[in-house]
């Protein structure tokens, strides 16, 4: 069931949707699942009011425009302080970021360490360490991006990040309830809708849906409202702080929470290492690395806990604009191709 309703105006803004960007219209919606991990639980309606997305992922294109425009250092690129990290060895004290290294065997998938790597020199050019770079992945996913990279694109780019209530509805694309971003079927007739992992993972990856890392952010079909890759590809980093469940669903439809913004920094915290005192993000969307052996998070509902200094091979993001930043966005794109 589809519980979207438009307002007034809806159609005039998606005539003049920014560019690259697709209008969501506002709605009310079954947030979360009951039926897969404790973090996403329990089902509650919210209500959002409509925005504008980036009908893809943030690309290495796009990435590159905004560091060229800005002389912009990532996170990945600087070298980690001694005084920020106490705890770390001196020799790990450089920069890089994580790298999924697929294990040559079997190994016990309660320890991530056995596929995650620590790279040195990894970063958003050179995505697999300092002997790889992106030629040919102009169109891919940027990956490597910290939350404050993320937030800082979205500043240059006259834009935001999405909350973790507007992301899941853009995600789900109209289909309210939906195990999937196109259905309940994860691969209707045989046929791959997103970028996952096929296999037993990490050390099997057949690849069934034609990649073994990220791909171009249009190589899989999109969802109802036109979004490419919500699901899959890449981990989708959100503004909302982490909290390790959801509130319960609303008693009378006139008590469903509007636009909500997700919990309190000082609840986001990792409470199984209390000595790190780095709060997390919300990211959403599963990626490439999600399989049904271990991650069965390529599902709007998934969630997952991101500490806002890390960056992965696997975690990138993309922009919403909210209706009046939406609409001047919109009339600079307009006015530039009136004038051609």
């Not at 639980?41 to 997305?53: L, N, S």
């Not at 790279?119 to 991006?145: E, M, T």
């Not at 509805?169 to 209707?188: I, M, V």
């Amino acid at each position: 069931m589809n519980f979207t309703s438009t307002k007034p105006g809806s159609a005039q803004a998606v005539e003049r949707s920014p560019e690259g960007m697709v209008y969501i219209p506002d709605g009310t919606f079954r947030m979360g699942s009951d039926r897969h991990y404790p973090e996403e639980a329990p089902v509650h309606r919210v209500t959002v009011d409509g925005f504008w997305m980036d009908r893809t992922p943030v690309t290495n294109r796009q990435f590159r425009e905004f560091i060229n425009a800005t002389g912009y250092v990532t996170f990945a690129e600087l070298t980690p302080k001694a005084e920020d990290y106490p705890n770390a060895l001196p020799h790990m004290l450089k920069a890089g970021s994580l790298v999924f290294t697929p294990p040559k065997e079997a190994v016990d998938l309660r320890y991530w360490g056995e596929w995650w790597t620590f790279a040195f020199g990894a970063n958003w050019r050179r995505p697999y360490g300092r002997h790889s770079n992106i030629r040919g992945l102009d169109d891919h996913p940027v990956v490597h991006v910290a939350y404050r990279d993320v937030e800082a694109y979205a500043k240059w780019a006259g834009k935001e990040l999405p909350t973790e209530s507007e992301w899941e509805f853009a995600a789900r694309g109209g289909l309210d309830g939906a195990e999937f971003a196109w259905g309940n079927e994860l691969t209707p007739g045989g046929k791959h809708m997103a970028n996952t992992w096929q296999g037993d993972f990490p050390c099997q990856n057949l690849a069934g849906d034609g990649f073994e890392r990220t791909s171009p952010v249009t190589a899989f079909p999109a969802n109802g409202y036109g979004l490419h890759d919500t699901i899959g590809n890449v981990w989708e980093w959100t503004a909302d702080w982490y909290s390790p469940k959801h509130e319960a669903d609303a008693p009378k439809a006139c008590c469903i929470p509007e636009n909500p913004r997700g919990g309190p920094e000082a609840a986001s915290y990792d409470p199984r290492d209390p000595k790190i005192r780095i709060p997390r993000k919300v990211l959403k969307g599963g990626s490439h690395l999600c399989a049904p052996n271990y991650c069965r998070r390529y599902r709007p509902a998934a969630r997952h806990a991101e500490q806002v200094d890390t960056s992965a091979s696997h975690v990138g993001f993309r922009c919403i604009s909210r209706m009046s930043i939406a609409s001047e966005l919109s009339d600079a794109y307009f006015s530039r191709h009136d004038r051609r």
